[in-house]
């Protein structure tokens, strides 16, 4: 069984730029995570899906950060316009049956 | 406040001995989950092992075990036979409610240095 899918691995774009990072979990996992890692601390809850709705993004800076959870598959995390501060590992992860989480490789976004 | 703590910024162990990396949490939820990640250099995270809030017996898997003492609110991991493949951050993570679903909160790790 395949695990959870991110693309791209890295990204290094100019502040202001936008950028998308885009996420395929396990199939048949309807719960879907979006964190974010900074340097040498632990993942963070940007938003969280059941399916397609959007159950808790209380912790997404909805100024500039915009996600999206179609037919309750794939999912993908935007940020436009990107500053420096945003600037971590995006991390994708999906709810297994024990509740344990099965995270994907991240997206290392470099923001110059 | 914290939910989740872990006092450890780093530990170092000697290979094949045992190592125990601290954890404790903050709920006034009655039904939680605790878990245990490693993440390695290459940056994946890897769940480890789970204990529930109602389990009456400490989990176990392979070489991780889970020391969790309900009423002092600590969930601390046991390595046995340390290798240098365990060289790592390992995160704490609770999650509350005994609903599916709930949201998960991460401690701020601890990096383990295994020695040769």
């Known amino acids: 069984e395949a695990g959870v899918v991110q693309s791209p691995r890295y990204k290094i774009i100019e502040k202001k730029q936008p950028v998308a990072f885009w996420c395929n979990p396990i199939?048949?996992?309807?719960?879907l995570y979006w964190y974010r890692q900074n340097l040498g601390q632990g993942p963070e809850l940007l938003i969280r899906?059941?399916?397609?709705?959007?159950?808790?993004d209380s912790q997404l800076p909805k100024d500039r950060f915009s996600a999206e959870r179609l037919k309750g598959v794939d999912s993908t995390l935007k940020i436009q316009p990107a500053e420096l501060g945003d600037s971590a590992v995006y991390l994708c992860?999906?709810?297994?049956?024990?509740?344990?989480?099965?995270f994907g490789p991240g997206t290392r976004l470099t923001v110059l | 406040a914290q939910k989740i703590t872990q006092t450890q910024p780093g530990m170092f162990v000697q290979e094949k001995e045992a190592v125990t990396l601290d954890c404790t949490y903050d709920?006034?939820?009655?039904?939680?989950?605790l878990f245990w990640y490693k993440q390695p250099s290459s940056g994946e995270m890897i769940f480890l092992i789970y204990?529930?809030?109602?389990?009456?017996q400490n989990a176990t898997e392979g070489r991780y075990s889970l020391n969790f003492q309900k009423a002092r609110k600590s969930a601390n991991l046991v390595i046995s036979a340390s290798q240098l493949g365990d060289s790592a951050m390992y995160f704490c993570?609770?999650?509350?409610?005994?609903?599916?679903?709930?949201?998960?909160?991460f401690g701020p790790g601890t990096r383990l240095s295994v020695l040769p």
């Open positions: 992860a999906t709810q297994g049956v024990r509740d344990e989480q099965f």
């Open positions: 199939s048949g996992h309807n719960t």
């Open positions: 899906y059941e399916n397609e709705e959007a159950v808790d």
């Open positions: 709920t006034s939820d009655p039904s939680y989950g």
């Open positions: 204990q529930g809030s109602y389990d009456q």
């Open positions: 993570a609770m999650r509350e409610g005994g609903n599916y679903g709930q949201n998960f909160v």
